[in-house]
């Protein structure tokens, strides 16, 4: 059952009030009529199965029949950092690696960057990110919604390297660097994996050797050379199949 995630103002149990585009959405799109149950979350701890009691254009009413609590969290939180891609590419790796269980995404304007971004669409193209990663996470039942950071430049003084436990950065084309297979990984779930993917045009040397000397590590997915879209996915997948997140 798919989970939507609501406002805490709406979840006054044992009642439940949803307007706004959740409520259109669920009348209009899912068409949801009264008797039915679905599946609402606080974004937080807690997700309430609630039964349709009422529905208008203005307001859906639901009787909370149910309270489940989150499992605590088996592994450590992952976040990428992800330079900005063209067009549709980092939309479809905001929703992909949503899915994937990713907590945090960090867009970042790298020197081989195609995308530009001017400073009056920073938050628009943010608030964009953050409507993909919240329909990505209600379609895949997460527990609570990535968290889109605003655009950063690619430098050691805006990611803060001590904040991870494990900082890596993807590289192409070089010889003698670990891969996801055989490094060793943070298993606690108080830890955190920070994992930065290049452009369509791969990193700069420069950007590279700037990230090893703040602690990165760098690795490989192989000797395939990806699309940035598909290594992003590809890396956290990998991540979370290692940390017992999947399969």
Known sequence: ???????????????????????????????????????????????????????????????????????????????????????????????????????????????????QLKAERIQTQTARWQRIALEAAQQSEQWQVPTIAGPLSLSPHNIQRSAYTLALILTERRKEVRTLSN??????????????????GGWTDKEVATAEETGYVPLTLGTRILRAETAATLAIGLLQYRLGELG
């Open 1 to 115: 059952m798919p989970v939507f995630f609501v406002p805490p103002r709406c979840l006054t149990p044992p009642t439940v009030t949803i307007t706004g585009a959740l409520l259109g959405h669920l009348r209009d799109s899912l068409r949801l009529t009264v008797g039915e149950t679905i599946l609402l979350s606080d974004g937080e701890k807690l997700r309430y199965r609630t039964e349709v009691t009422a529905i208008t254009k203005q307001t859906l009413t639901g009787r909370v029949i149910d309270v489940l609590t989150r499992p605590p969290r088996q592994a450590p939180a992952l976040t990428l950092g992800q330079a900005l891609l063209k067009g549709e590419r980092m939309d479809w790796v905001v929703q992909k690696t949503t899915e994937l269980g990713v907590q945090t995404i960090i867009p970042l304007q790298s020197q081989r960057s195609i995308v």
């Open 183 to 200: 490094i060793a990984l943070p298993a606690s779930p108080e830890e955190s994996i920070l994992v930065l993917v290049g452009p369509e």
